[in-house]
């Protein structure tokens, strides 16, 4: 078996944990980002080649880009490593006729007005949605069902771009902003609720490892009004735990990712239902990474990277087993630089984030308790020590 060559897409610094773990895995690892992130810490050690690109969305440079590569390189899988680059990843993949998820299957894991129509169709509760292509539709919608209602961009991130609104009158309104890039929104109900994760990992259309976590606030409510985003772990066999860890299994069914990890959330509405929220086909951000190890044992990326190159070598990949832990992670933006955790002393912290203007933890322990108090203080005093309220992003930064 020749060895594998992997061409990890990268538009934002992301994905270190993976570049180690295909280097160590034994792969020749190629890294793509954009100009301006040359200079961030990537694990040169674990990198064979680094290539530099002012975009890696733009077509078709990338895929004459790429085409070039593969003159000199036989690459055998691209790996997307930032959310943004998941379409991109997919459609070299149709170009180049590489395995793994092509156009269609990527959209589910991206589009959120696709996740809605393919999850629907399959069954699994959605908020109340429709598409902004036809105003009698859209019309019919608003009367149909009553506000408030958010307004979404249909592949940003981060609770990015997404308005509340309240009335049609506003929904005209900000279509009219919109212009041209109005069909890429969709409208839909606002379920106000509790919001949960589960992330996976999935091997030949099974998920072979999956954790229930639950957010303290609404990412929506601490990314538009500031605060401490925190999540902790559930009970892997209480009602809410398997509650979602049944819905992500039918999700992930209908959404037929082959391999690969996931992060999906869902919301718990008020009526007491659960309805699915979205799904992206990577590993979650905020520090979710060491929150699930810390928790599980497992590391996402690392077990990702894993398991794309046992598939390029035609070898089985099994998960490694849960732990079966608690874990909690708090992440906030401080009003330091280098925000000083000295004074958090608890043996239960596994994990400081390390990341200017930002302040984070993550506790372990063996019960749901522990971890709830310790959340529950940490909170409060980071409110006290550290936070700072930056205004929203409607996009990215470029
Ligand atoms: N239909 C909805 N009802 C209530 N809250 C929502 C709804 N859609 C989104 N939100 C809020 O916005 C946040 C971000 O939405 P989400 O669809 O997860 O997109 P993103 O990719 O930006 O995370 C959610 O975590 C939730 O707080
Ligand atoms: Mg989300």
Request: hydrophobic share 40%; with cysteine.
């Amino acid at each position: 078996m020749p060895q594998p060559t992997i061409l990890c897409l990268a538009s934002y610094f992301k994905g270190t944990t993976f570049l180690k773990a295909a280097k160590k895995q034994g792969a020749h690892v190629l890294l793509l980002t954009r100009e301006k992130n040359k200079d961030e810490p990537w694990p040169r050690d674990y990198i064979d080649e680094v290539f530099l690109m002012p975009s890696l969305s733009l077509r078709p440079d990338i895929f004459y880009a790429v085409s070039y590569l593969m003159r000199e390189h036989e690459i055998s899988q691209v790996v997307p490593l930032d959310d943004y680059d998941v379409e991109t990843a997919a459609a070299l993949r149709e170009h180049l006729r590489l395995p793994g998820v092509g156009d269609s299957v990527a959209r589910f894991f991206r589009d959120k007005l696709a996740m809605r129509l393919q999850a629907e169709a399959h069954g699994i509760a959605v908020p109340p949605f429709v598409p902004v292509f036809n105003y009698d539709r859209l019309r019919a919608f608003m009367g149909r069902v009553p506000p408030p209602w958010v307004l979404k961009p249909r592949s940003e991130a981060g609770a990015m771009g997404i308005k509340k609104v309240s009335s049609a009158e506003e929904v005209w309104r900000r279509l009219d902003e919109l212009g041209d890039q109005q069909s890429f929104f969709h409208l839909e109900k606002f379920v106000p609720g509790e919001i949960y994760h589960v992330d996976s990992i999935v091997w030949d259309g099974e998920i072979q490892f999956a954790l229930p976590h639950k957010y303290a606030r609404p990412p929506m409510s601490v990314a538009h009004e500031g605060g401490v985003f925190v999540s902790r772990t559930l009970k892997r066999d209480g009602e809410e735990g398997l509650a979602i860890l049944e819905m992500n299994t039918r999700l992930l069914r209908a959404f037929e990712l082959p391999r690969g990890v996931t992060h999906a959330e869902f919301i718990r509405g008020e009526d007491g239902r659960y309805y699915f929220l979205e799904v992206a086909a990577r590993v979650g951000g905020a520090n979710l990474e060491q929150l699930i190890e810390a928790a599980s044992g497992v590391n996402l990326w690392a077990e990702w990277a894993k398991l794309e190159i046992a598939f390029a070598e035609g070898r089985p990949y099994q998960a490694p087993t849960d732990s079966e832990q608690y874990a909690g992670v708090l992440v906030c933006l401080a009003r330091q630089e280098w925000p000083d955790l000295a004074a958090y002393v608890e043996p239960e912290i596994a994990y400081r984030v390390h990341k200017k203007y930002h302040a984070g933890l993550v506790v372990l322990a063996t019960d749901e308790a522990r971890v709830q108090t310790l959340l529950r203080e940490y909170a409060r005093r980071f409110g006290e020590d550290f936070l700072a309220v930056a205004p929203p992003l409607d996009k990215p930064p470029t």
